[in-house]
């Protein structure tokens, strides 16, 4: 261990608690590290974390891209919130030669760079407030933070196609950085400065699969001094301490340029325990030189006759070792071990095929082929750095290269396998840059707003994931086509811990529905030490939800419990049937609940799910309003109505929510879905649903004496021969005009009505010819009273049913469609219809329904009295209907003679407190919580030993209705076991005395 393991882990907690960037001199807690110089200046460096996944650095803008500066120890968590650390420290290195000098930029456990740009040759003033970390994360694109809005493009920072800052994945930071200050060189080689200036861009994605365990850096590194840099090489240096730094081994890949570290053996421990990670580094895109018939990739732009270096060496040497394996002194050792060398010089050996090699390790441990610390000799674990070099190059002034590298976490089923998967995530993050870093990202987080009832939790939560669309460059279908992922659904589960989960209990899917069910994606089993098919998420084609409330913890199987705190994760989910994986899911962000009891004085007089009636004011629809409730406490106790209209952009009536109380609209142009995905208001969920617009049924009584039957031309009633007039060949009606029609036949002709007929193949073909009697009349029942309506007709010309009546025959070619218009019945020709033609003119016609008959089976065209063929639409929601209703008795109320009563109910929990309790996760971290406390008011608590000594006054923070006692006096020193009064005070309302038993723990120095 490098430092006390209780003190590092405290500070490395406090760092991260806090999540700032601190402005501090270079050094700390070092013990058996290399020493440090301290010649800067304060006040010129700034540290902040990389937090951007499941990773947590500390970086410095001094090319420390990992930092033991602010805590001491390793400066990198890994997974984030668990305070295991997995690397000490890591720094980009460039060295060369200036005439025969060898000069070096590095950034070790000190930097040799300080902050700030290089301007006419000279560094600019490093303490510029501006010369800081950048960082911009998705939440930047809705709402804009300081960082977005002052993204630094002057000095460098990456922009998009329309000069924005560059998001690159879910978390971007920029810094900029030289090494003009030869002060800064006393720190490490002591060498003159090489005149660099070096723009570093980190970034990472948020994702639950193998990238939310990656850091990836881009160093843009210019030189802007005078002189030509021969033999120059850019390396990644590193000091991996995975967990425990005394049992690390070191290794590289040199097909992939992958340079890694890993557990000794199976047990880390103090951190990782039997299942240790692994760590490495990927040169994914080396510095580019000349080569005629090349193609260099920078960025995702070619540059021909050029290409990119790959690794050059990897090399490494040991804590404590004795020279030519330890830490370099100088700039000649640290550019020998930079060209794969020993630290005097001297080429490494590879006992397996005793030649020279600039590549240590290159073996595979899992196969236990090939050079590793373990073939043929096992050596003995230690604290391991390692140093991988990409060049040699010329490095001319004004010349610029850019590498890019990662930052690569992987998780086996143990040591060895460990290595295996990071060689498999590696060669998916090659693939990911070889697409210029196009990864779909996952899909957002919903927007979860939470309500902390009595016994009870519910959470609602806006669409703002359901837009999500993400094309996938990486995964092609089988025609060589890109693809993408699309939003599927939302999945609610609750876990055991508010910061490293390791239970996860799904409790809802709600997902779309259509045909994507159960998503299967290959996971890493240890059961098996291999990936292994499994059922990712369970659709249940639900269709979507946003809301879900439960009276139950799942992980105990009880009721939940007033004051204690339970643990919920919501999240969106995207599914690509070729992508890998199968399925995106966004970040797992842990939601803490507290269910509670109103405070003193206030009632909930709704719960969630109540219903409350609506009432269809006005208008004749089949649709239907039901207001939920979803938050008892924001119910307002205001009238409402719902109203419709048309938009045009989406040919369907939208409604509008509006409080008839404060006379504004609440939701506006709302889509009629019927189900759990309207937005959240007053603490109501509105349900609003109409029919779509088509023929609800038909009848024809007497049953028995129908005669005619349908022809299907893909109507959507009657056999498929019946269906509005629009879907024919068209029409001028609208939603609301929709009636219910009685075709009534009669035996005398001379007893029916006229009707326009039209001439399918008559000059012009469907034109108006005559208006004559026919063994039937139409009529509208809707309206009272029932009016008679106009009616059409066709007939074939050359067919021997053009007779002028309207007679369905064997044969579907003499066509007689029917038509009912929605215009009074006339004794005489109306213009609007002997002046158009039936087809090309069908718009312009107010036609409600088209009927395309033909004689049913054998029996012959046999209109009789009494006879009715009978047509209903549905009734859609139109602007004539308008539902109303009110919450009045639904909200809460608030009473101040029920305060004063409810001040008894006032407590404090666990009482006794017996040395620890189930709620605390850190055992200097000791309290008990009062409860049932008003949110709003002064409320003093004030706590008192038995003889009336004052121990603790608390000041009672408004908004919730517990107050935490962290069972320490007023100096912060931590009170004795006995028993104490407690004063409750409440303004206004009354006071409530407690009794108090605090038994502490016995206090036990363990070690030093």
């Not at 509208?780 to 049913?801: F, H, I, K, M, W």
């Not at 009789?864 to 929601?877: H, S």
């Not at 209703?885 to 009473?895: D, E």
Request: net charge negative; glycine share 10%.
């Amino acid at each position: 261990m490098k430092t006390i393991l209780n003190r590092s882990r405290l500070a490395m907690a406090v760092i991260l608690f806090l999540g700032i960037g601190l402005t501090i001199a270079d050094g700390g807690d070092r013990k058996d590290k290399k020493p440090v110089t301290r010649l800067e200046k304060t006040g010129v460096l700034e540290y902040k974390n990389f937090d951007g996944n499941r990773i947590n650095a500390i970086m410095g803008n001094d090319g420390q891209y990992v930092s033991q500066v602010v805590t001491g120890n390793s400066g990198m968590e890994w997974p984030k919130g668990t305070f295991k650390t997995i690397d000490y420290a890591a720094g980009v290195w460039v060295a060369g030669k200036v005439g025969n000098e060898f000069r070096t930029a590095a950034a070790e456990y000190a930097s040799e760079f300080t902050p700030g740009k290089i301007v006419g040759g000279v560094a600019d003033d490093a303490t510029k407030p501006h010369y800081r970390w950048y960082k911009i994360t998705r939440a930047d694109l809705i709402t804009p933070g300081d960082d977005y809005q002052n993204w630094p493009v002057g000095d460098g920072a990456p922009v998009d196609s329309l000069g924005n800052p560059l998001l690159m994945g879910d978390m971007t930071m920029w810094c900029v950085f030289n090494d003009m200050d030869g002060a800064r060189h006393a720190n490490i080689f002591g060498t003159q400065p090489l005149g660099i200036e070096v723009q570093l861009t980190v970034w990472g994605y948020d994702r639950p699969d193998a990238f939310g365990d990656m850091m990836f850096i881009k160093a843009k590194i210019i030189h802007k001094g005078t002189a030509t840099i021969d033999s120059t090489f850019i390396a990644l240096w590193d000091d991996p301490d995975l967990g425990d730094a005394g049992d690390d081994y070191v290794g590289c890949d040199t097909t992939l340029s992958l340079g890694y570290c890993w557990n000794a053996d199976n047990n880390d421990v103090g951190y990782y325990g039997t299942q240790p990670p692994a760590i490495g580094r990927d040169f994914f895109q080396g510095p580019i030189v000349p080569s005629p018939g090349d193609t260099a990739l920078v960025s995702g732009r070619r540059i021909p006759g050029y290409k990119n270096l790959p690794m050059y060496s990897f090399a490494y040497y040991i804590n404590g070792a004795t020279y030519p394996r330890r830490d370099p002194e100088n700039a000649q050792e640290a550019f020998n071990y930079m060209t794969g060398r020993y630290q005097d010089g001297s080429p490494f050996i590879n006992p397996m095929t005793s030649q020279p090699t600039r590549f240590v390790f290159p073996g595979d441990p899992v196969a236990g082929s090939g050079w590793s610390e373990i073939n043929p000799t096992i050596l003995s674990p230690g604290d391991r750095r390692f140093l991988m070099s990409s060049g040699p190059f010329t490095f001319n002034p004004g010349d610029t290269q850019e590498v890019v590298f990662g930052v690569l976490i992987a998780l086996g089923a143990n040591n060895k396998n460990s290595v295996a998967v990071l060689k498999e995530i590696d060669a998916m993050a090659q693939t990911a840059y070889d697409v210029n870093f196009a990864l779909p990202p996952s899909p957002p987080a919903p927007n979860v707003t939470v309500t902390e009832l009595d016994g009870e939790v519910s959470f609602a939560w806006e669409d703002n994931a359901e837009s999500y669309v993400a094309q996938d460059l990486i995964k092609k279908d089988t025609s060589g086509n890109t693809t993408q992922y699309v939003f599927e659904g939302y999945v609610v589960y609750q876990v055991d811990h508010p910061t490293a989960p390791t239970i996860y209990r799904t409790l809802a899917t709600y997902d779309l529905d259509n045909m994507v069910l159960a998503i299967k994606d290959f996971k890493y089993d240890p059961n098996y030490g291999e990936n292994v098919e499994v059922t990712v998420v369970k659709g249940t084609n639900s269709g979507l939800q946003r809301k879900y409330s439960t009276k139950m913890d799942a992980l105990s199987g009880l009721p939940l419990v007033n004051g204690n705190p339970y643990y919920f994760i919501i999240t969106s989910y995207a599914y690509n049937e070729w992508g890998v994986p199968h399925m995106l899911e966004s970040s797992r962000s842990i939601i803490t609940v507290r269910p509670h009891a109103p405070p003193p004085g206030t009632r909930w007089n709704a719960a969630v799910g109540d219903t409350i009636r609506a009432i269809h004011a006005a208008g004749l629809s089949d649709g239907t309003v039901t207001p939920i409730v979803v938050d008892p406490t924001r119910v307002t106790g205001h009238d409402y109505e719902v109203t419709f209209a048309y938009s045009a952009v989406d040919d369907d009536y939208k409604w509008t929510l509006k409080d008839l109380t404060t006379n504004s609209n609440r939701l506006v142009n709302m889509t009629q879905a019927g189900d759990g995905t309207a937005p959240f208001v007053d603490g109501l969920q509105m349900k609003v649903a109409g029919p779509p617009l088509a023929i609800k049924e038909w009848s024809f009584e007497p049953a028995g004496d129908r005669w005619f039957t349908g022809v299907n031309w893909g109507g959507h009633e009657f056999f498929g021969g019946l269906d509005l007039g629009v879907n024919f060949f068209g029409s001028s009606i609208t939603p609301a005009q929709y009636v219910t029609v009685e075709i009534r036949f009669h035996t005398n002709v001379a007893d029916g009505q006229r009707a326009y007929m039209y001439l399918r193949g008559g000059t012009p073909s469907y034109g108006y010819v005559s208006y004559e009697l026919q063994h039937f009349s139409v009529w509208d029942v809707t309206s009272n009273p029932e009016r008679q309506l106009a009616a059409g007709y066709v007939e074939q010309a050359g067919s021997a049913a053009n007779n002028n009546l309207w007679q369905p025959t064997a044969s579907s070619a003499d066509r007689e469609y029917l038509f009912i218009f929605n215009t009074d019945y006339t004794a005489t020709p109306d213009a609007l219809y002997t002046g158009v033609n039936a087809l090309s003119g069908a718009a312009t016609m107010p036609t409600l329904y088209a009927l395309w008959p033909l004689q049913r089976g054998t029996m012959p065209f046999n209109p009789q009295d009494g006879q009715v063929f009978t047509i209903v639409p549905n009734f859609v929601n139109t602007e004539n209907d308008r539902f109303t209703f009110t919450t009045a008795g639904y909200q809460p109320t608030v009473s101040p003679e029920l305060a004063k009563s409810d001040v008894a109910k006032i407590n404090v929990f666990p009482n006794p407190y017996f040395g620890a309790q189930v709620n605390e996760r850190d055992p200097l971290n000791r309290f008990v919580t009062f409860s049932r406390l008003p949110e709003q008011g002064r409320v003093v608590i004030r706590i008192f030993t038995v003889s009336g000594v004052l121990v603790r006054q608390l000041e009672h923070s408004p908004g919730s209705t517990f107050e935490r006692w962290d069972l320490r006096n007023t100096d912060g020193i931590p009170v004795a076991s006995g028993m104490y009064l407690i004063e409750v005070d409440i303004k206004d309302v009354g006071t409530k005395i407690l009794k108090l038993g605090v038994i502490q723990p016995e206090e036990r120095l363990d070690r030093l």
